[in-house]
């Protein structure tokens, strides 16, 4: 149980278009996901908490009118990178957290690998 | 500021060596904290999860501990393994003001483990 699916696991795109990127709970609901980014060789870093219903919550430094985040089901959340431009490319990584537990637990989806040209 | 260290920042050991990964959390005021296994390109998968009410767990040759009071939690990996080669996180789940926690996970920079035969 607990699975989270990415799509799509990894993508190219030329600079100055948009990317959707969706991360998915499979077999359980979630009120909140999260997106990290990572950087080779770097850990992972928070961008965005997002909440089904409502806006997202950014980090600061992480500009939301280019991230731009939607969490439209409790199973579905959605960052589109908009305007890309080759420093955005990273490895892009959701994370869901269970309605039915009380640990606060997140499980992770297995990354999104994009690479702007 | 709520920070997680880890060192070392690499490791290398023979096939057979028990070892100890170190974590170390700036803030006692801790939630939970989590370490996690990340293979290259790949997503993180959850190893262990320590509540802040509980001082280890276990799973497997693995065990995790956790003393808030110094602000340190170990990741014990017994008679190790080439297949336990990985980059291993620790993260932490910190209470902001007012004893508020949002679920934001706090990740250190993780230390990257070879195992060889």
């Known amino acids: 149980g607990a699975v989270v699916s990415q799509h799509p696991s990894w993508v190219i795109c030329k600079s100055g278009t948009s990317v959707k990127i969706e991360c998915r709970s499979l077999d359980f609901q979630a009120t909140t996901m999260f997106w990290y980014r990572q950087f080779p060789k770097q850990s992972l870093m928070l961008m965005a908490t997002s909440n089904e219903g409502s806006k997202a919550t950014y980090e600061q430094g992480v500009e939301k009118d280019k991230f731009l985040i939607n969490h439209a089901s409790l199973t579905l959340s959605t960052l589109t990178v908009t305007s890309a431009h080759p420093e955005d490319s990273s490895f892009y990584i959701c994370?869901?957290?269970?309605?039915?537990?009380?640990?606060?637990?997140?499980?992770f989806g297995p990354g999104t690998r994009l690479t702007v040209t | 500021k709520q920070e997680v260290t880890q060192i070392p920042a690499a490791l290398s050991v023979p096939e057979g060596e028990n070892l100890v990964l170190n974590c170390s959390f700036t803030d006692s005021a801790i939630y939970n904290l989590q370490w996690f296994r990340q293979d290259p390109g790949k997503g993180l998968t959850s190893l262990l999860l320590i509540q802040s009410s509980q001082r280890e767990q276990t799973s497997g040759r693995l065990n995790a501990s956790l003393d808030k009071s110094s602000g340190r939690s170990t990741l014990y990996i017994a008679a190790s393994q080439p297949g336990d080669s990985a980059t291993y996180l620790c993260?932490?789940?910190?209470f902001g003001a007012g004893g508020t926690s949002y679920g934001k996970l706090t990740f250190g920079q993780g230390t990257i483990l070879t195992v060889h035969p």
């Open positions: 994370s869901a957290r269970s309605l039915d537990t009380g640990s606060n637990e997140q499980y």
């Open positions: 993260a932490a789940i910190f």
